[in-house]
T-cell receptor
Framework: GAGVSQSPSNKVTEKGKDVELRCDPI?????LYWYRQSLGQGLEFLIY????????KSGLPSDRFSAERTGGSVSTLTIQRTQQEDSAVYLC?????????????FGEGSWLTVV | GNSVTQMEGPVTLSEEAFLTINCTYT??????LFWYVQYPGEGLQLLLK?????DKGSNKGFEATYRKETTSFHLEKGSVQVSDSAVYFC???????????????FGKGTLLTVNP
């Protein structure tokens, strides 16, 4: 596609429920990232994929968070047993990978509200 | 580890004023440096970047110069417009050191409001 696509754009869920957030990166981009943006916390790195593998999961806040990527393309971020502190905007980004100078392109984000 | 420090906001200016948003960084290797902008209700967009020391990134009248000696990448614009009102994020991406990942490390963001 022309840009990074994320769905849903907005999600309201009840505390304790599981949610899945989807990311469709720019075609041909091998690197994919998930970030979280919340008030007072800025932009937090969650996980990085190179192809289908995740060499850096250091930002996942707890074992309730997991992510996978299949076919070197679409990625899903899953949050189990959601808590109110999980409320945030979840941003997906992709790049060609490789050199550090390659631009990372962001999607519009998935706004998650846990009530 | 890597880190980015940018000036605290909010910054409020009148139209046509000069803008500077300071950004300094700490990195173990040879990072590339970026400024991203987030307009109200929109996603993050790349504003400009510089990939090596002394490079100047520029876009839409904004400029920033990669200063290795002062580990800085300050954002400047000579004459701001109301449409420049947004949150600005400074970021670094670590250079290739053989197997390191290439995530962006962001500063906390600076809210700029430009009044007519």
């Amino acid at each position: 596609g022309a840009g990074v696509s994320q769905s849903p754009s907005n999600k309201v869920t009840e505390k304790g429920k599981d949610v899945e957030l989807r990311c469709d990166p720019i075609s041909g981009h091998t690197a994919l990232y998930w970030y979280r943006q919340s008030l007072g916390q800025g932009l937090e790195f969650l996980i990085y994929f190179q192809g289908n593998s995740a060499p850096d999961k250091s930002g996942l806040p707890s074992d309730r968070f997991s992510a996978e990527r299949t076919g070197g393309s679409v990625s899903t971020l899953t949050i189990q047993r959601t808590q109110q502190e999980d409320s945030a905007v979840y941003l997906c980004a992709s790049s060609l990978g490789g050199l550090a100078g390659n631009t990372i392109y962001f999607g519009e984000g998935s706004w998650l509200t846990v009530v | 580890g890597n880190s980015v420090t940018q000036m605290e906001g909010p910054v409020t200016l009148s139209e046509e004023a000069f803008l500077t948003i300071n950004c300094t960084y700490t990195a173990t290797g040879y990072p590339s440096l970026f400024w991203y902008v987030q307009y109200p209700g929109e996603g993050l967009q790349l504003l400009l970047k510089a990939t090596k020391a002394d490079d100047k990134g520029s876009n839409k009248g904004f400029e920033a110069t990669y200063r290795k000696e002062t580990t800085s990448f300050h954002l400047e614009k000579g004459s701001v417009q109301v449409s420049d009102s947004a949150v600005y994020f400074c970021a670094l991406r670590e250079g290739d050191s053989g197997g390191s990942n290439y995530k962006l490390t962001f500063g906390k963001g600076t809210l700029l409001t430009v009044n007519p």
